[in-house]
Protein backbone atom coordinates (compact mmCIF):
# COMPACT_ATOMS: atom_id res chain seq x y z
CA UNK A 1 0.00 0.00 0.00
CA UNK A 2 1.34 3.40 -0.45
CA UNK A 3 2.67 5.36 2.28
CA UNK A 4 -0.03 7.53 2.14
CA UNK A 5 -3.04 5.61 1.23
CA UNK A 6 -6.22 5.69 3.23
CA UNK A 7 -5.75 2.08 5.29
CA UNK A 8 -9.05 -0.31 5.18
CA UNK A 9 -9.60 -0.08 9.01
CA UNK A 10 -9.02 3.71 9.41
CA UNK A 11 -11.78 6.18 10.65
CA UNK A 12 -11.84 7.92 7.08
CA UNK A 13 -12.73 4.43 5.51
CA UNK A 14 -15.08 2.98 8.18
CA UNK A 15 -17.52 6.02 7.95
CA UNK A 16 -17.22 5.96 4.07
CA UNK A 17 -15.67 9.16 3.78
CA UNK A 18 -13.59 9.43 0.21
CA UNK A 19 -9.63 10.23 0.44
CA UNK A 20 -9.43 14.14 0.78
CA UNK A 21 -5.81 15.80 -0.78
CA UNK A 22 -6.31 18.84 1.13
CA UNK A 23 -3.69 17.89 3.05
CA UNK A 24 -1.29 16.13 0.42
CA UNK A 25 1.41 19.18 1.23
CA UNK A 26 2.06 17.15 4.24
CA UNK A 27 3.91 13.99 2.51
CA UNK A 28 6.31 16.48 0.84
CA UNK A 29 6.85 18.13 3.78
CA UNK A 30 7.70 14.52 5.35
CA UNK A 31 9.75 13.39 2.75
CA UNK A 32 11.55 16.66 2.58
CA UNK A 33 12.72 16.20 6.68
CA UNK A 34 13.19 12.62 6.27
CA UNK A 35 15.97 13.10 3.77
CA UNK A 36 17.53 15.83 5.94
CA UNK A 37 17.43 14.07 9.19
CA UNK A 38 15.08 15.76 10.69
CA UNK A 39 12.00 13.59 11.20
CA UNK A 40 11.20 13.71 14.89
CA UNK A 41 9.28 10.84 16.75
CA UNK A 42 8.15 10.47 19.97
CA UNK A 43 9.65 7.43 22.28
CA UNK A 44 7.44 7.02 25.57
CA UNK A 45 9.70 6.22 28.53
CA UNK A 46 8.65 2.87 30.03
CA UNK A 47 7.36 2.39 33.23
CA UNK A 48 9.89 2.62 36.14
CA UNK A 49 9.98 -1.17 36.93
CA UNK A 50 8.50 -2.81 33.68
CA UNK A 51 11.49 -5.17 33.21
CA UNK A 52 13.02 -2.77 30.55
CA UNK A 53 17.04 -2.49 31.06
CA UNK A 54 17.98 0.88 33.26
CA UNK A 55 18.92 3.65 31.62
CA UNK A 56 20.68 7.15 32.97
CA UNK A 57 19.26 10.12 32.58
CA UNK A 58 20.89 12.78 30.95
CA UNK A 59 18.27 14.21 28.82
CA UNK A 60 15.91 15.26 30.99
CA UNK A 61 15.90 18.74 32.76
CA UNK A 62 15.73 17.27 36.61
CA UNK A 63 18.60 19.75 37.43
CA UNK A 64 18.20 18.85 41.09
CA UNK A 65 16.74 15.59 41.06
CA UNK A 66 13.79 16.28 42.76
CA UNK A 67 10.77 15.34 40.48
CA UNK A 68 10.92 11.97 42.63
CA UNK A 69 11.76 12.98 45.89
CA UNK A 70 9.74 11.64 48.06
CA UNK A 71 8.93 14.40 49.95
CA UNK A 72 7.85 16.18 46.76
CA UNK A 73 5.99 13.27 45.07
CA UNK A 74 3.85 12.80 48.19
CA UNK A 75 3.17 16.57 48.42
CA UNK A 76 2.11 16.12 44.73
CA UNK A 77 -0.32 12.97 45.61
CA UNK A 78 -1.52 14.82 48.81
CA UNK A 79 -2.54 17.82 46.83
CA UNK A 80 -4.32 15.75 44.35
CA UNK A 81 -6.28 13.98 46.72
CA UNK A 82 -7.43 17.15 48.50
CA UNK A 83 -7.83 19.28 45.72
CA UNK A 84 -8.63 16.79 42.56
CA UNK A 85 -7.31 16.07 39.29
CA UNK A 86 -7.23 19.42 38.09
CA UNK A 87 -7.47 22.63 38.85
CA UNK A 88 -11.06 23.19 37.10
CA UNK A 89 -10.76 26.33 35.56
CA UNK A 90 -8.64 29.31 34.59
CA UNK A 91 -7.17 31.19 37.51
CA UNK A 92 -10.00 34.12 37.50
CA UNK A 93 -12.54 31.52 38.05
CA UNK A 94 -11.70 28.92 39.81
CA UNK A 95 -8.75 27.40 39.39
CA UNK A 96 -6.72 29.72 41.99
CA UNK A 97 -6.29 27.64 44.99
CA UNK A 98 -4.66 28.57 48.15
CA UNK A 99 -1.45 26.03 46.78
CA UNK A 100 -0.92 28.71 44.13
CA UNK A 101 -0.73 31.98 46.33
CA UNK A 102 1.49 30.15 48.63
CA UNK A 103 4.21 28.98 45.78
CA UNK A 104 3.72 32.68 44.61
CA UNK A 105 4.76 33.94 47.95
CA UNK A 106 7.63 31.54 48.33
CA UNK A 107 8.96 31.94 44.87
CA UNK A 108 9.10 35.53 45.09
CA UNK A 109 10.77 35.71 48.50
CA UNK A 110 13.09 33.23 47.99
CA UNK A 111 14.50 34.66 44.74
CA UNK A 112 13.84 38.22 45.86
CA UNK A 113 11.41 40.01 43.60
CA UNK A 114 7.96 41.87 44.88
CA UNK A 115 5.26 39.42 43.42
CA UNK A 116 4.89 36.61 41.11
CA UNK A 117 2.03 35.04 39.41
CA UNK A 118 1.93 31.17 38.45
CA UNK A 119 0.82 30.07 35.19
CA UNK A 120 -0.09 26.33 33.48
CA UNK A 121 3.74 26.28 31.91
CA UNK A 122 7.00 28.42 31.04
CA UNK A 123 5.70 28.74 27.57
CA UNK A 124 2.71 30.33 29.08
CA UNK A 125 4.25 32.39 31.08
CA UNK A 126 6.49 33.76 28.56
CA UNK A 127 4.10 34.51 26.61
CA UNK A 128 2.20 36.29 28.85
CA UNK A 129 5.12 38.48 29.89
CA UNK A 130 5.95 39.45 26.51
CA UNK A 131 2.77 40.62 24.97
CA UNK A 132 1.72 41.89 28.17
CA UNK A 133 4.68 44.44 29.06
CA UNK A 134 5.12 45.35 25.13
CA UNK A 135 3.25 49.13 25.21
CA UNK A 136 1.16 48.98 22.52
CA UNK A 137 0.87 52.64 20.57
CA UNK A 138 -2.04 54.10 22.20
CA UNK A 139 -0.82 54.30 25.04
CA UNK A 140 2.67 54.89 24.75
CA UNK A 141 2.42 57.28 22.16
CA UNK A 142 4.87 55.33 19.78
CA UNK A 143 5.02 52.04 18.83
CA UNK A 144 6.95 49.64 21.32
CA UNK A 145 10.62 48.14 20.64
CA UNK A 146 11.41 43.94 21.63
CA UNK A 147 14.72 43.43 21.43
CA UNK A 148 15.50 39.74 21.05
CA UNK A 149 18.80 37.91 21.36
CA UNK A 150 18.82 35.61 18.62
CA UNK A 151 19.59 32.57 20.76
CA UNK A 152 16.30 32.69 22.59
CA UNK A 153 14.15 30.18 23.53
CA UNK A 154 10.89 29.70 21.19
CA UNK A 155 8.75 30.88 23.65
CA UNK A 156 9.96 34.52 23.65
CA UNK A 157 10.82 34.67 20.31
CA UNK A 158 6.60 33.54 19.74
CA UNK A 159 5.77 36.22 22.06
CA UNK A 160 7.80 38.85 20.00
CA UNK A 161 5.85 37.37 17.29
CA UNK A 162 2.76 38.04 18.76
CA UNK A 163 3.27 41.22 20.45
CA UNK A 164 1.95 44.63 19.11
CA UNK A 165 5.33 46.09 19.17
CA UNK A 166 8.41 46.49 16.84
CA UNK A 167 10.70 43.90 16.71
CA UNK A 168 14.48 43.58 16.67
CA UNK A 169 16.68 41.07 16.86
CA UNK A 170 20.09 41.00 18.13
CA UNK A 171 23.70 39.34 18.07
CA UNK A 172 23.60 36.68 20.46
CA UNK A 173 25.13 37.84 24.43
CA UNK A 174 25.54 41.36 22.58
CA UNK A 175 24.85 44.10 24.79
CA UNK A 176 26.27 46.83 22.55
CA UNK A 177 23.85 45.64 20.25
CA UNK A 178 21.27 45.96 21.84
CA UNK A 179 21.62 49.52 23.29
CA UNK A 180 21.99 50.40 19.60
CA UNK A 181 18.89 48.86 18.29
CA UNK A 182 16.96 50.70 21.52
CA UNK A 183 19.14 53.95 20.59
CA UNK A 184 17.67 54.03 17.08
CA UNK A 185 13.86 53.41 18.41
CA UNK A 186 11.90 56.42 20.12
CA UNK A 187 8.84 54.47 21.46
CA UNK A 188 9.53 52.47 24.70
CA UNK A 189 11.88 49.61 24.81
CA UNK A 190 12.15 46.11 25.72
CA UNK A 191 14.78 43.83 26.06
CA UNK A 192 14.24 40.19 26.44
CA UNK A 193 16.72 37.47 27.07
CA UNK A 194 17.32 34.10 28.24
CA UNK A 195 19.71 34.15 31.25
CA UNK A 196 20.90 30.45 30.71
CA UNK A 197 20.53 29.85 26.76
CA UNK A 198 19.07 26.13 26.56
CA UNK A 199 21.10 25.24 23.57
CA UNK A 200 24.61 25.80 24.83
CA UNK A 201 24.02 26.32 28.10
CA UNK A 202 26.24 29.75 27.84
CA UNK A 203 24.85 32.98 30.20
CA UNK A 204 23.91 36.07 29.09
CA UNK A 205 25.85 39.26 29.79
CA UNK A 206 22.79 40.27 32.24
CA UNK A 207 24.54 43.34 34.15
CA UNK A 208 25.85 44.69 30.94
CA UNK A 209 22.05 43.82 29.44
CA UNK A 210 20.59 46.08 32.36
CA UNK A 211 23.05 48.87 32.15
CA UNK A 212 22.12 49.12 28.17
CA UNK A 213 18.51 49.35 29.42
CA UNK A 214 18.90 51.72 31.75
CA UNK A 215 20.47 53.90 29.43
CA UNK A 216 17.72 54.29 27.10
CA UNK A 217 15.40 53.57 29.57
CA UNK A 218 14.08 50.29 28.85
CA UNK A 219 13.01 47.33 30.98
CA UNK A 220 14.29 43.80 31.01
CA UNK A 221 12.73 40.67 30.87
CA UNK A 222 14.80 37.36 32.17
CA UNK A 223 13.90 34.03 31.03
CA UNK A 224 15.57 32.36 34.02
CA UNK A 225 14.06 28.73 33.44
CA UNK A 226 17.87 27.43 33.55
CA UNK A 227 19.42 29.74 36.42
CA UNK A 228 16.72 28.75 38.92
CA UNK A 229 18.23 26.21 41.42
CA UNK A 230 21.31 26.47 40.04
CA UNK A 231 22.71 29.32 39.97
CA UNK A 232 23.10 32.20 42.21
CA UNK A 233 22.99 32.37 46.34
CA UNK A 234 21.70 28.79 47.25
CA UNK A 235 19.94 28.70 44.19
CA UNK A 236 18.01 31.85 43.51
CA UNK A 237 18.59 32.02 39.90
CA UNK A 238 20.94 34.10 37.83
CA UNK A 239 18.70 37.03 37.91
CA UNK A 240 19.63 37.18 41.65
CA UNK A 241 23.04 36.64 41.12
CA UNK A 242 23.54 39.59 38.71
CA UNK A 243 21.57 42.00 41.72
CA UNK A 244 18.79 42.60 39.16
CA UNK A 245 16.24 40.93 41.55
CA UNK A 246 13.69 43.14 43.30
CA UNK A 247 14.73 46.03 40.64
CA UNK A 248 11.99 48.07 39.34
CA UNK A 249 13.04 47.58 36.10
CA UNK A 250 13.30 44.11 35.51
CA UNK A 251 11.16 41.58 35.10
CA UNK A 252 12.05 37.52 35.25
CA UNK A 253 10.34 33.88 34.38
CA UNK A 254 10.84 31.09 35.82
CA UNK A 255 9.70 27.10 35.31
CA UNK A 256 8.96 24.76 37.61
CA UNK A 257 9.55 22.15 35.40
CA UNK A 258 13.27 22.23 35.86
CA UNK A 259 15.05 22.56 38.76
CA UNK A 260 11.87 22.10 40.83
CA UNK A 261 10.92 18.33 39.15
CA UNK A 262 6.99 19.92 38.71
CA UNK A 263 5.29 21.20 35.94
CA UNK A 264 4.39 25.06 34.98
CA UNK A 265 5.81 28.36 34.62
CA UNK A 266 5.64 31.68 36.65
CA UNK A 267 6.41 35.62 36.14
CA UNK A 268 8.19 37.37 39.06
CA UNK A 269 8.52 41.39 38.90
CA UNK A 270 7.00 43.89 40.71
CA UNK A 271 3.56 44.21 42.04
CA UNK A 272 2.00 46.47 39.24
CA UNK A 273 3.76 44.13 35.98
CA UNK A 274 2.03 41.34 38.59
CA UNK A 275 -1.30 43.01 38.89
CA UNK A 276 -1.48 44.01 35.14
CA UNK A 277 -0.77 40.85 34.15
CA UNK A 278 -3.88 39.77 36.15
CA UNK A 279 -5.59 41.72 34.17
CA UNK A 280 -4.37 41.72 30.61
CA UNK A 281 -2.48 38.68 30.01
CA UNK A 282 -4.54 35.99 27.83
CA UNK A 283 -2.31 33.09 28.15
CA UNK A 284 -3.05 34.15 32.12
CA UNK A 285 -7.03 34.77 31.78
CA UNK A 286 -7.93 31.96 29.17
CA UNK A 287 -6.07 29.31 30.36
CA UNK A 288 -6.87 26.52 32.87
CA UNK A 289 -4.47 27.12 36.22
CA UNK A 290 -2.05 24.89 36.77
CA UNK A 291 -2.94 21.37 38.46
CA UNK A 292 -2.70 21.83 42.29
CA UNK A 293 -0.58 18.92 42.34
CA UNK A 294 2.28 20.07 40.56
CA UNK A 295 1.67 23.52 42.81
CA UNK A 296 2.24 21.03 45.62
CA UNK A 297 5.38 19.82 44.07
CA UNK A 298 6.75 22.66 42.99
CA UNK A 299 6.45 24.20 46.85
CA UNK A 300 7.86 20.97 48.34
CA UNK A 301 10.92 21.10 46.20
CA UNK A 302 11.57 24.69 46.71
CA UNK A 303 11.35 23.83 50.60
CA UNK A 304 14.11 20.79 49.88
CA UNK A 305 16.33 23.72 47.73
CA UNK A 306 16.18 26.07 50.93
CA UNK A 307 17.28 22.94 53.27
CA UNK A 308 19.59 21.92 51.23
CA UNK A 309 21.52 24.80 49.04
CA UNK A 310 24.43 22.55 48.50
CA UNK A 311 22.20 21.05 45.46
CA UNK A 312 23.42 24.14 43.07
CA UNK A 313 26.92 23.74 43.72
CA UNK A 314 26.87 20.44 42.77
CA UNK A 315 25.01 20.34 39.75
CA UNK A 316 27.81 23.19 38.38
CA UNK A 317 30.40 20.22 39.35
CA UNK A 318 28.64 17.80 37.54
CA UNK A 319 28.27 20.16 34.51
CA UNK A 320 32.05 21.28 34.64
CA UNK A 321 33.55 17.41 35.19
CA UNK A 322 31.19 16.45 32.36
CA UNK A 323 32.76 18.93 30.05
CA UNK A 324 36.41 18.56 31.17
CA UNK A 325 36.08 14.76 30.06
CA UNK A 326 34.41 15.72 26.93
CA UNK A 327 37.02 17.99 25.40
CA UNK A 328 39.91 16.01 27.11
CA UNK A 329 38.87 13.22 24.77
CA UNK A 330 38.99 15.76 21.63
CA UNK A 331 34.76 16.51 21.18
CA UNK A 332 33.81 19.92 20.61
CA UNK A 333 31.83 20.80 23.99
CA UNK A 334 30.51 24.55 25.01
CA UNK A 335 32.08 25.65 28.26
CA UNK A 336 28.46 25.57 30.72
CA UNK A 337 27.60 28.39 32.66
CA UNK A 338 24.91 26.13 34.19
CA UNK A 339 23.70 22.94 33.57
CA UNK A 340 23.75 21.96 29.82
CA UNK A 341 26.73 20.78 28.14
CA UNK A 342 26.45 21.16 24.47
CA UNK A 343 28.54 18.47 22.22
CA UNK A 344 28.74 19.00 18.18
CA UNK A 345 28.06 16.61 16.14
CA UNK A 346 29.06 16.54 12.69
CA UNK A 347 25.67 16.72 11.17
CA UNK A 348 21.98 16.24 11.66
CA UNK A 349 21.77 12.22 11.27
CA UNK A 350 24.88 11.93 12.79
CA UNK A 351 23.51 13.21 15.66
CA UNK A 352 20.52 11.14 15.49
CA UNK A 353 22.89 7.93 15.05
CA UNK A 354 25.49 9.16 18.03
CA UNK A 355 22.11 9.61 20.10
CA UNK A 356 21.04 6.33 19.40
CA UNK A 357 24.39 4.92 19.78
CA UNK A 358 24.18 6.44 23.75
CA UNK A 359 20.90 4.88 24.85
CA UNK A 360 21.75 1.50 23.08
CA UNK A 361 24.87 1.71 25.84
CA UNK A 362 22.17 2.31 28.71
CA UNK A 363 22.68 6.41 28.37
CA UNK A 364 20.00 8.95 27.31
CA UNK A 365 20.98 12.14 25.74
CA UNK A 366 19.59 14.82 24.04
CA UNK A 367 19.52 15.30 20.45
CA UNK A 368 19.43 19.24 19.24
CA UNK A 369 19.09 20.11 15.55
CA UNK A 370 17.72 22.22 13.16
CA UNK A 371 15.31 24.31 13.42
CA UNK A 372 15.58 23.90 17.00
CA UNK A 373 19.38 25.29 16.72
CA UNK A 374 19.47 28.88 15.47
CA UNK A 375 23.10 28.17 13.96
CA UNK A 376 22.00 25.18 12.56
CA UNK A 377 24.54 22.88 13.98
CA UNK A 378 23.61 20.10 15.55
CA UNK A 379 24.15 18.71 18.79
CA UNK A 380 23.88 16.64 21.56
CA UNK A 381 22.85 18.27 24.98
CA UNK A 382 23.57 16.51 27.97
CA UNK A 383 21.90 18.07 31.45
CA UNK A 384 23.57 17.59 34.71
CA UNK A 385 21.90 16.43 38.28
CA UNK A 386 22.74 17.42 41.41
CA UNK A 387 22.06 13.51 41.98
CA UNK A 388 24.50 11.88 39.96
CA UNK A 389 27.42 10.16 41.62
CA UNK A 390 30.87 10.47 40.30
CA UNK A 391 30.94 7.09 38.91
CA UNK A 392 27.63 7.68 36.45
CA UNK A 393 29.53 10.93 35.37
CA UNK A 394 32.42 8.72 34.30
CA UNK A 395 30.30 6.18 32.77
CA UNK A 396 28.35 8.88 30.84
CA UNK A 397 31.49 10.81 29.84
CA UNK A 398 33.18 7.60 28.28
CA UNK A 399 30.08 6.46 26.46
CA UNK A 400 29.68 9.72 24.53
CA UNK A 401 33.35 9.67 23.95
CA UNK A 402 33.25 5.91 23.17
CA UNK A 403 30.30 5.81 21.36
CA UNK A 404 32.03 8.96 18.85
CA UNK A 405 34.80 7.25 18.20
CA UNK A 406 32.80 3.59 17.17
CA UNK A 407 31.20 6.78 14.23
CA UNK A 408 34.55 8.06 13.63
CA UNK A 409 33.75 11.53 14.99
CA UNK A 410 36.70 11.50 17.00
CA UNK A 411 39.13 10.99 14.18
CA UNK A 412 37.23 12.59 11.32
CA UNK A 413 39.41 15.42 9.66
CA UNK A 414 36.16 17.41 9.65
CA UNK A 415 35.87 18.40 13.23
CA UNK A 416 32.50 18.11 15.09
CA UNK A 417 30.10 20.93 14.43
Avoid at 89 to 114: D, I, K, M, P, Q
Avoid at 123 to 138: I, K, Q, S
Avoid at 351 to 365: L, N, P, T
Amino acid sequence: MPHNAVSPSSPATRTGATRSTTFDWLDEQHRLRREAGLVRTLRPRPEPGAGEPAVLDLAGNDYLGLSRHPEVTRAAADAAHRWGAGSTGSRLVSGSTALHTRLEEALAEFCGFEAALVFSSGYAANLAAVTALAPPPELSGARGLLVSDEGNHASLIDGCRLARAGRAVVPHADPEAAGKALAAHPGRGLVVTDSVFSVDGDAAPLAALARQCRRHGAGLLVDDAHGLGVLGDGGRGAVHAAGLAGAPDVVSTVTLSKSLGAQGGVVLGPARVIAHLVSSARTFIFDTGLAPAAAAAALAALEVLRREPGRAARVRAVAGDLHARLTGAGLTAVRPDAAVVSVRAPSPRAAVRWQADCRAAGIEVGCFRPPSVPDGVSRLRLTARADLTDAQVERAAGTVVGTAAAEGFLNSRRAPG
